[in-house]
């Protein structure tokens, strides 16, 4: 059974920075592309970064590019999401996401929220 579990979540002013984690079980980890994605109040949905199975290739949104860095540890079956110069409109509940035996699993997420 595939499970992520997100942590690092937290409140942070503006311009503040956070790290993201998320342990996967349930799957063969270093064989798989992984992302990390956002959920505003709205309830809209935005993938903000993933990275190839072996770390090479990363790719990240136009919103987010330049201040988050996603990096992954397939030793500790960990996936990182370091975020800086946050902004309030990073405020959201972020989890990871992978593609395993043709079905989408997510975790349950971490919530941050960007405020003075």
């Known amino acids: 059974q595939v499970k992520f579990v997100e942590s690092g979540g937290a409140l942070v002013e503006p311009g503040g920075s956070l790290k993201l984690s998320c342990v996967a079980t349930?799957?063969?980890?270093?064989?798989?592309?992984v992302s990390w994605h956002r959920q505003n109040i709205r309830k809209e949905r935005e993938q903000v970064a993933e990275i190839s199975s072996d770390g090479r290739y990363r790719k990240y949104s136009q919103s987010v590019e330049g201040r988050f860095t996603i990096t992954r540890d397939n030793a500790w079956n960990t996936a990182y999401l370091r975020m800086t110069n946050l902004k309030p409109e990073d405020t959201g509940m972020y989890f990871c996401y992978v593609r395993y035996n043709v079905s989408d699993h997510w975790g349950q997420g971490t919530q941050v929220i960007v405020s003075s």
């Open positions: 349930g799957f063969p980890f270093s064989d798989y592309g």
